[in-house]
């Protein structure tokens, strides 16, 4: 038991020590969301560069394609795993650019992407 509690200590120490290095090409997506500002709108550049940052962060295999114009919002045209199977669900609201996903973690603000 006493070596248990030891065990679940030193795990919730070092979850605090656990930081992240961002590739330099992560770095740059982080860079340019950062002079994103969302209370404006969301041009299509904008939600390309959300579009990158989400598929660089949260997808591990595929590859991003695009950006398509859905009235509302952005749908993101990308390609998932090794068959290139076509994303479904990954939207960018034009307004707010709230990131909503069938694939994974959605976001209110993206700039939260890289924080």
Known sequence: MKTLITLFLLSVACIGCRTETLSPANAELRKKLKAITVSDGISESEAE????????????????????DGKDRWTVDAKLGYGGEPVQGLFIDKRSGKVTSSIGPSYGNPLKIFP
């Not at 997808?59 to 950006?67: E, H, L, N, V």
């Open 49 to 68: 560069i959300f579009g990158q940052s989400y598929f660089a962060r949260n997808i591990g295999c595929g590859a991003f394609m695009g950006i398509q």
